[in-house]
T-cell receptor, first 110, second 115 residues
């Protein structure tokens, strides 16, 4: 089976930088995705790392280290609207089915 | 605009009744999925389908059933056998192939409450 670990909650202030970590244990690992979900809403795709290294998309960046079975999502210049839950999800083997972690609730304070 | 539509947004069911949640997509995606989300929990996979007329059980399929008669539609039936059906249900789809196949697109969800 698969196992993903994320912190349950992270708090930060507006304008700051925050990092949300994700460690995984799975066989046949292909890549790591990140999704954002506001309360009561639909998860939306943020990024995918199939290779080691950093992927940058605007204020958000995502990192993967296959040797450490570890990845993180980095959010810069935090805004109040970034308050949401963030999920890492693994892609395993040839399947495109994302398997999700329990999510990290990010609370941004003024 | 292309997207995934789930209906209804809120659903109330009496114990012992079956209920069907609708999921329609016009993204021309081959793969579709149903997830269940409980408060403070991640998304758990119920069923998935990678092609029309074929579907597979996910991690928590007991008490649920699906069909995939059309590419656009993947309805989920919550049966009376599901012991704790109150939850937020999310439908998703993806291309299912190639480098772009990793992105899953989600509907707005159906919140089911058993009364």
């Amino acid at each position: 089976g698969q196992s993903l670990e994320q912190p349950s909650e992270v708090t930060a202030v507006e304008g700051a930088i925050v990092q949300i970590n994700c460690t995984y244990q799975t066989s046949g690992f292909y890549g790591l995705s990140w999704y954002q979900q506001h309360d009561g809403g639909a998860p939306t795709f943020l990024s995918y790392n199939g290779l080691d290294g950093l992927e940058e998309t605007g204020r958000f960046s995502s990192f993967l280290s296959r040797s450490d079975s570890y990845g993180y999502l980095l959010l810069q210049e935090l805004q109040m609207k970034d308050s949401a839950s963030y999920f890492c999800a693994v892609r395993v083997g040839g399947s495109y089915i994302p398997t999700f972690g329990r999510g990290t609730s990010l609370i941004v304070h003024p | 605009d292309g997207g995934i539509t789930q209906s209804p947004k809120y659903l109330f069911r009496k114990e012992g009744q079956n209920v069907t949640l609708s999921c329609e997509q016009n993204l021309n995606h081959d793969a579709m999925y149903w997830y269940r989300q409980d408060p403070g929990q991640g998304l758990r996979l119920i069923y998935y389908s990678q092609i029309v007329n074929d579907f597979q059980k996910g991690d928590i399929a007991e008490g649920y059933s699906v069909s995939r008669e059309k590419k656009e539609s993947f309805p989920l039936t919550v049966t009376s056998a599901q012991k704790n059906p109150t939850a937020f249900y999310l439908c998703a789809s993806s291309i299912g192939t190639g480098d772009d196949g990793t992105e899953a697109f989600f509907g707005q969800g159906t919140r089911l409450t058993v009364v």
